[in-house]
């Protein structure tokens, strides 16, 4: 059995990594760069309690949020906020200025994917002589 990933590990055609092996203390933690994805943006962010983030928006890319741990509130650009926390989600368009505050009493934690031109549909298969392992 192998020991679970912590630092950046590389093989053939994957990348894996723990948080703690991207980076130190709060703030951006470069998933995209870290483990090499090209396809879309992705970035884990620590946010310390009661910190709050300048707002902003994109021209291009889509983003979007899932909260890891802790609990975040997100303000868009029409005045609206709704508050998440471990395991929800935010989509926001581009366009939309958006800003995050830790409303928590510790770190919080999300990652951030960001994207554009679209969903390329369902391409996985299996390897030639796999069979299905079961549901999914």
């Keep these: 059995m192998s020991e679970q990933a ?3 590990v590389e093989g053939d055609g994957y990348a894996v990594a723990g948080l703690e092996g991207l980076g130190d203390g ?3 933690r470069k998933v995209r760069t870290s483990l090499g994805v090209t396809a879309f943006g992705a970035n884990a962010v620590i946010m310390p309690a009661g910190y709050q983030s300048d707002a902003h928006f994109h021209d291009e890319q889509e983003e979007l949020y899932f909260v890891h741990s802790g609990e ?4 868009f650009g029409d005045g609206s906020t709704q ?4 395991g ?6 581009a366009a939309t200025p958006r800003r995050m505050k830790n409303v928590g009493g510790q770190d919080a934690v999300y990652l951030c ?9 369902r391409d996985g298969r ?3 002589g ?3 392992a079961g549901p999914g």
Excluded at 72 to 75: A, G, K, P, S
């Design 26 to 28: 709060p703030g951006f």
């Design 88 to 93: 929800g989600f935010a989509r926001v368009d």
């Design 83 to 86: 508050r998440l926390g471990p």
């Design 113 to 121: 994917v960001g994207g554009k031109d679209g969903y390329v549909g």
């Design 126 to 128: 299996r390897p030639e």
């Design 130 to 132: 796999e069979e299905s």
């Design 6 to 8: 912590k630092e950046v």
């Design 72 to 75: 975040i509130e997100f303000e």
